[in-house]
């Protein structure tokens, strides 16, 4: 089965850090690009990073931009997102994302999300 | 405010046709960037619905279709069914943000 698993999650302190993983399986990891997108409470979702598929071309939204590092270990089927510098407005579930096909940016696999919650 | 637009709220009654619409600007849809639909269930992740404008993944009823033409975009759902009942979202890319864009959400009501 085609899977991936969110980890990481939790509260955290304005201007403190996390770092979420994502667990892919049923896949051939290295060979799809990845994102996160995060839907804040009761909010719409909102593209966060993305990077390549060997890992050598990372992207960010604005919103997250210096703050937010994507990165990847294909040997060992796995995403990471290095959150630092936290605020309030970063309060979110993340999903990680698998995109359906190289030449798309639809993403056809979801994990369940995990839940950032920063406040003091 | 989202870059691209939708409804936030259509309706429509059991075996009905509903659409919903998602309205962008030149350096996203206009550009020729591909418009894909996700549906959300509460309390789920949100599900690929249509990609490429118009494809549905395997799995997904023919129900469900959409289209693309100039700067907007729509998502048909015929047949409507109470399982239906859920938030629907568009996506694309914009050139001049470079970053993948979504709509803000459009929640169904079957009556």
């Known amino acids: 089965e085609v899977q991936v698993l969110e980890s990481g999650g939790g509260l955290v302190q304005p201007g403190g850090s996390l770092r979420l993983s994502c667990e892919a399986s049923?896949?051939?990891?290295?060979?799809?690009?990845m994102s996160w997108v995060r839907q804040a409470p009761g909010k719409g979702l909102e593209w966060v990073s993305a990077?390549?598929?060997?890992?050598?071309?990372?992207y960010y939204a604005d919103s997250v931009k210096g703050r937010f590092t994507i990165s990847r270990d294909n040997s060992k089927n796995t995403l990471d997102l290095q959150m630092n510098s936290l605020r309030a407005e970063d309060t979110a579930v993340y999903y990680c994302?698998?995109?359906?096909?190289?030449?798309?940016?639809?993403?056809?696999?979801w994990g369940q999300g995990t839940m950032v919650t920063v406040s003091s | 405010q989202s870059v691209l637009t939708q409804p936030p709220a259509v309706s429509g009654a059991p075996g009905q046709r509903v659409t919903i619409s998602c309205t962008g600007s030149s350096p996203n849809i206009g550009a020729g960037h591909d418009v894909h639909w996700y549906q959300q269930l509460p309390g789920t992740a949100p599900k690929l619905l249509i990609y490429?404008?118009?494809k549905r993944p395997s799995g997904v009823p023919d129900r469900f279709s959409g289209s693309k033409s100039g700067t907007s975009a729509s998502l048909a759902i015929t047949g409507l069914q109470a399982e239906d009942e859920a938030d629907y979202y568009c996506?694309?890319?914009?050139?001049?943000?470079?970053?993948?864009?979504f709509g803000g959400g459009t929640k169904l009501t079957v009556l």
């Open positions: 990077i390549s598929d060997s890992g050598s071309s990372t």
């Open positions: 996506q694309s890319y914009d050139s001049s943000l470079s970053a993948w864009v």
């Open positions: 490429g404008n118009t």
């Open positions: 994302t698998k995109r359906i096909k190289p030449t798309s940016g639809a993403f056809d696999i």
């Open positions: 049923g896949f051939t990891f290295s060979s799809y690009a």
